[in-house]
């Protein structure tokens, strides 16, 4: 029994020494090592030895078991060494090779005609606000002089969630939630900034979804001249100082008396043109009075306080801006499209 455990070591230690890879590691380990390995089938016969002879054949198999396995783990460490600096060699990375060019992004020109927008009224004393996309039926129409049986309230303009909740049609919600939140005190002076969502057909100049910028002052002694001025001062800003605005008559729920604003035309400068249909002017945004209903829902006293709003399409100012043409180039990330608003 002893001499068959001295041939297992030899056998096993020769297998070590021949191993080329990790997995010979293993087989052997496996092989000799192992629960069903040859050195575990002759420790079983050592019933058959006298109690002389046990703990010498014991001491034998446990140094035979020490030795392949201190073999087998220096093996592994060389092994293991090995495969590292063949990897190493192979995929060895040449640093003299010029680096791979980084495409930076930049600001979306939403987002840069949003930010323009804020530094001009901000500048003019308002304050930005922000409220939910998703909104209760009330905020975004009650409040704001829209009663159930409104023509507007119908159900193919709003993406509807519930009887109660759909995706805000406009800013204004921010405008009713905003006034609240002051409890019948002025001045408020305000504008919303934010996506907006309609059930729209998408075209050159639609989209189901789309950004507004609405504004609110509410005071003592608010006046349309003072809505006059705030728009015109606007339009030089963000236009340059030779625009000119116009005020038509129009009509909506939430203000009293309503305007249609129209800008000088961008694009001829008010000479005329296929793009303003030759009359020299673009409509470009809504505003009036706020309704003394809409002051009294939102907990003003319409004796005391006037104000007015004025709300504007963002993407529309965009196009007229930069001279675009179809409001979907702004939503389908294309990187020669996107690339031309890049700032120095």
């Known amino acids: 029994m002893q001499e068959r455990l001295n041939e297992l070591k030899n056998e096993a ?67 293991e060494r090995a495969e590292v600096e063949r990897k190493l ?10 680096g791979r060019p980084v495409q930076l992004g930049s600001r979306h020109p939403l987002t840069s005609v949003v930010e323009h927008l804020e530094d001009v009224f901000i500048g003019m004393g308002f304050t930005v606000a922000e409220g939910p996309e998703v909104e209760t ?52 002076k305000i504008i919303c900034p934010g996506k907006v969502f309609r059930r729209d057909d998408d075209d050159a100049t639609h989209s189901h979804q789309f950004m507004q910028i609405e504004g609110l002052y509410i005071d003592e002694n608010v006046r ?43 694009m001829c400068e008010g000479e005329g043109c296929r793009v303003c249909k030759q009359s020299g002017w673009i409509e470009v945004l809504g505003a009036g009075m706020v309704h003394p209903r809409v002051l009294e829902m939102g907990g003003f006293d319409p004796k005391k306080y006037s104000g007015f709003a004025f709300g504007m399409g963002v993407e529309r100012l965009a196009m007229l801006k930069y001279g675009v043409d179809d409001i979907r180039h702004f939503y389908t990330n294309d990187f020669r499209f996107l690339n031309q608003f890049k700032r120095a």
Request: glycine share 6%; charged share 30%.
């Open 89 to 98: 060699a192979e995929e060895s990375i040449d640093v003299t090779l010029p």
């Open 224 to 266: 349309m001249s003072d809505l006059k001025g705030i728009l015109e001062t606007f339009a030089k800003k963000f236009f340059g100082p030779n625009q000119k605005i116009r005020l038509r008559p129009s009509f909506f729920p939430f203000t009293e008396p309503s305007v249609e604003v129209d800008l000088t035309c961008v």
């Open 137 to 188: 039926d009330y905020y975004n129409f009650e409040a704001l002089n829209l009663p159930k049986d409104h023509p507007a309230r119908d159900m193919q303009d709003s993406f509807y969630i519930t009887n109660e909740l759909l995706l805000r049609t406009h800013t204004s919600p921010v405008q009713a939630r905003t006034m609240e939140k002051y409890k019948g005190q002025g001045p408020v």
């Open 13 to 79: 230690l020769a297998k070590v020494e021949k191993a080329s890879d990790l997995k010979a590691i293993q087989d052997v380990r496996v092989a000799y090592l192992g629960k069903k390995g040859p050195i575990t089938e002759v420790l079983r016969g050592m019933g058959k030895l006298s109690a002389e002879e046990r703990p010498v054949v014991g001491q034998i198999a446990n140094d035979v078991r020490e030795a392949i396995t201190v073999s087998l783990e220096a093996k592994e460490i060389v092994l």
